[in-house]
Every structure is written in C-alpha cells, then in structure tokens.
C-alpha cells in the first residue's frame, strides 16, 4: 500500500483553496481547526484564512522543545487538525507536534528550502544536536507559488541541492545493499531518482514558473519516498552525512540544501575515482549546481579545504549504522585531506 497525501495542490493561488482544504471531512468533522506560523509569511497567510473557529500559534524555534510546546497545546485544545504554515522550521514543528497530539497535520510551504516538506521525518535541534525524527506525513500538501517566488532566492535553490542529493543517497543505498545486503525498496528509489532526474536535465531556473512546479512536486516526491522507505534512506547518504557534519562542526556555513549539494558532488567524486562511476554523471551534477548559483567547493561555503576535510572525518559518527561510500572506502584523515584538495582541483571553477 501505497502512503500518500490526500491532496497535493501546487499552483499561483494555492493558498486560496486552503480553507476548503482544512474543511474536508476526512480531515476535520467539525472545523476545530489550529494553524501554527513561522516568522515569515505565515502569520500574513493565516490572517488572510476564512476560517472562523481556528486558533493561531506562533513557531519561533526549530526544537524539541517547541514541537513538544506545540504539541501540549494542540492536545488539550481537543483540535482535529493543525495547518503548519511557513518553512522547513515550521513545518518540522508542526509534523512533530502533530504526531504527538495524534491529530492530522497539512503542510503548507512558503518556500522550497529542502524536501521536508512532505517527509515523514522532522529536523529539530535539542541539546545533542539536531537528529532526525520519525513523524506521521502531511494528510495534505498546499504550496503557492505566488509565495514561494516572494521567498528569498536563495531558499529556492536550496531547494535544488536537496533533491538533487537524491541521486548520491540511492548510490549509497544500492552500494549497502551489494555490500551489507541491505535491503532496497524500489519504489522508494523511483520516486527519490523521478524527482531528482526531473531537475537534474532542466535548463530554466527558478525565474520559470514551470521550474518552480517541478521542484515542488520533486520535493514532495522525496518526501513520498521517504514514507515508503519507512526511513530517509532514499533521500539522504554521504551528502547528508557530510551536511550533519558540517553544521555540527562549523555552524551558520551553507544552509542545509546547498550543504546537500556539496556533499553530493564531493560523494560523487570519490564514486568516480575509487567506484569507476560515470564521470559524466558527476559533470551533470556540477552543471546543475553551477546553473543554479549553489556551492560546489568548500570555499563557496566559507569552509577551508582542511575544514571540509575534517566535516568528512565526522560525518560517518553523524549517521551510525548508515552505510555510505565514505563508510565502504573508510579512508584515513590524510586520505581524505588528499582527496578533498584532489577534488577542488577537479571540480573547482
């Protein structure tokens, strides 16, 4: 069986539709509706709602203890559903808080930051750093692109680095099933590659509304992909290794797209060089990140090569049990310095 949202509603206007969306009787019976919002664009959207029984609840921080905060209120408040509006923060919160009240949570994107949109899992920071949580999905996904063009640039394309690392995480995935028979769940994997290869080829940018449409669908695939799999195996390897790394070891360096796109092409380096991957591959991936203004060397991101070189040290302990190319080659400190200063040379602009 095949877990899904019940409705995915990508267009201009989307937000329009959305008290129709929340008014939906497999969704809520009686209209008790909560709408949690970011600091950006949410609290605009939500005041902008025709739905006279909902209650609003600001989202200030990405942690734990805000999605438990959230999750308290929603439970003794006896809603039948909560509407998170507003970026991946947001959304993560909301997932959590919604899982933990036990009721059904509608994602509904600002921006196109990275593919949490419509995942089974929430990112939220607590004192021992910020791991992955197991979550129920959105029962339903709304992205407007109106709002996502009013977004920074920058979080768009963010975006791009986020699914495009579905190609390197399914490297990582079919490599631990050959080598650990790990067990692969194609459709997991054809949803993660279908999003990935859809904006791998595309020449427009993020100006297109099509492009735009593409990405959103793109990232609600991988979250799809995601549920099947029953993990974020499909959508996060190496690449997401090497990101957890870097923003544990250096944080404020790249956001978590352009990170994902780092770590894809420097994973994608090393399957070339010790695998006998396709160097066209990774030159596809390098076009992709240049034609979308995203970091393809640690300079990009302000990181030193010996400080990327250190990141890649750590990732493996960012992810125990994951199996990846960094695990399966398990090169020594002095190889990876090697490797990395190899790989800005050839890569590098």
């Not at 089974?120 to 004192?127: A, G, N, W």
């Not at 080598?179 to 997991?188: C, I, R, T």
């Not at 595309?202 to 099509?210: A, F, K, N, T, V």
Request: charged content about 20%; some cysteine; overall charge negative.
């Amino acid at each position: 069986m095949l877990p899904s949202p019940l409705a995915i509603d990508v267009r201009r206007g989307a937000v329009s539709s959305l008290g129709t969306v929340l008014a939906d009787r497999r969704i809520a019976t009686e209209g008790r509706i909560a709408v949690a919002v970011g600091p950006g664009q949410g609290a605009q959207i939500a005041a902008d709602l025709d739905l006279p029984h909902c209650e609003v609840f600001q989202v200030e921080e990405g942690t734990v203890d805000a999605a438990t905060a959230l999750g308290q209120k929603l439970r003794s408040g006896a809603y039948e559903a909560v509407a998170g509006i507003g970026g991946g923060k947001t959304i993560d919160v909301t997932k959590f808080a919604a899982t933990m009240a036990g009721i059904p949570m509608v994602a509904v994107a600002t921006n196109l930051a990275h593919d949490g949109i419509a995942s089974p899992v929430s990112s939220l920071e607590h004192e021992g750093g910020k791991p992955s949580i197991g979550v129920t999905m959105p029962i339903a996904v709304v992205i407007d692109v109106d709002y996502v063009q009013a977004a920074p640039a920058r979080l768009v394309r963010s975006g791009v680095g986020d699914v495009v690392s579905n190609i390197s995480a399914i490297e990582d995935w079919e490599l631990a099933g050959r080598e650990n028979n790990e067990p692969v769940d194609g459709m997991a994997v054809t949803f993660a590659r279908v999003a990935a290869e859809a904006i791998l080829h595309r020449p427009d940018s993020i100006e297109s509304d099509g492009f735009l449409k593409v990405l959103a669908e793109g990232l609600v695939l991988s979250g799809m992909a995601m549920s099947v799999a029953g993990s974020s195996r499909p959508a996060s390897g190496a690449c997401h290794e090497i990101l957890h790394a870097v923003t544990q070891l250096y944080p404020g360096k790249g956001n978590h797209g352009e990170l994902a796109g780092l770590g894809t092409l420097f994973a994608s380096y090393l399957r070339v060089k010790h695998l006998g991957w396709p160097a066209e591959r990774l030159d596809e991936i390098r076009s992709c990140l240049l034609r979308h203004q995203l970091p393809i060397v640690p300079s990009d991101v302000g990181l030193s090569e010996d400080e990327f070189a250190r990141a890649v040290v750590h990732a493996p302990g960012t992810r125990p049990g994951r199996f990846t190319i960094l695990e399966h080659l398990n090169l020594s400190e002095d190889e990876i310095g090697r490797s990395v200063a190899d790989y800005v040379e050839a890569v590098g602009r």
